[in-house]
T-cell receptor, first 113, second 114 residues
Framework: NAGVTQTPKFRILKIGQSMTLQCTQDMNHNYMYWYRQDPGMGLKLIYYSVGAGITDKGEVPNGYNVSRSTTEDFPLRLELAAPSQTSVYFC????????????FGPGTRLTVT | QKEVEQNSGPLSVPEGAIASLNCTYSDRGSQSFFWYRQYSGKSPELIMFIYSNGDKEDGRFTAQLNKASQYVSLLIRDSQPSDSATYLCAVRVRSGGGADGLTFGKGTHLIIQP
């Protein structure tokens, strides 16, 4: 039982490039989330999903896209990377009966230069 | 806009003493409150949650909630060096889909001095 896994751990992108951050959970959780954390700041919700095929915007969705084709996977797509997207990205999941208990992945540290 | 405010610290506490961490929130409709611990370079880990006014104790940790004052706190008794971390206060945000995306404060950096 690996919990929530994220790849890659680190990535450097050039301005204008695109990439996909991968997130997988093996706990059969319905709810999944993407957060970003800037240095010295709290986490901000980017997108979330309540189940396969259903996604919705969080607080800071601009510049990102998501999809949820399976219960396990919730990839985050960055199109046309900008320096403002330099951050640490955390994926999280929770069971629908205990939504308050969010399990976080180890994070992806992204730098856009 | 929903806001969660915390003193960023650092808060320095001697080993064995009580560490007191505070948090205020702006949305009176907030229902649930959480404390996460985050070690440097690691992901957040849930340590306490509280829904009702009053105190909730779990081992060395006590969460306190006062909805009238829009104030939530975390007390850590018998502080240990391993408690040194950033503590994030989070508030449950209701959304149309029913998922519980959280609004986080910036965190308080706690240092326990041996």
């Amino acid at each position: 039982n690996a919990g929530v896994t994220q790849t890659p751990k680190f990535r450097i992108l050039k301005i204008g490039q695109s990439m996909t951050l991968q997130c997988t959970q093996d706990m059969n959780h319905n709810y999944m989330y993407w957060y970003r954390q800037d240095p010295g700041m709290g986490l901000k919700l980017i997108y979330y999903s309540v189940g396969a095929g259903i996604t919705d915007k969080g607080e800071v969705p601009n510049g990102y896209n998501v999809s949820r084709s399976t219960t396990e996977d919730f990839p985050l797509r960055l199109e046309l990377a900008a320096p403002s997207q330099t951050s640490v990205y955390f994926c999280a999941s929770s069971d629908k009966t205990r939504t308050y208990e969010q399990y976080f992945g180890p994070g992806t540290r992204l730098t856009v230069t | 806009q929903k806001e969660v405010e915390q003193n960023s610290g650092p808060l320095s506490v001697p080993e064995g003493a009580i560490a007191s961490l505070n948090c205020t929130y702006s949305d009176r409709g907030s229902q649930s409150f959480f404390w996460y611990r985050q070690y440097s370079g690691k992901s957040p880990e849930l340590i306490m949650f509280i829904y009702s006014n009053g105190d909730k104790e779990d081992g060395r940790f006590t969460a306190q909630l006062n909805k009238a004052s829009q104030y939530v706190s975390l007390l850590i008794r018998d502080s240990q060096p391993s408690d040194s971390a950033t503590y994030l206060c989070a508030v449950r945000v209701r959304s149309g889909g029913g998922a519980d995306g959280l609004t986080f404060g910036k965190g308080t950096h706690l240092i326990i001095q041996p």
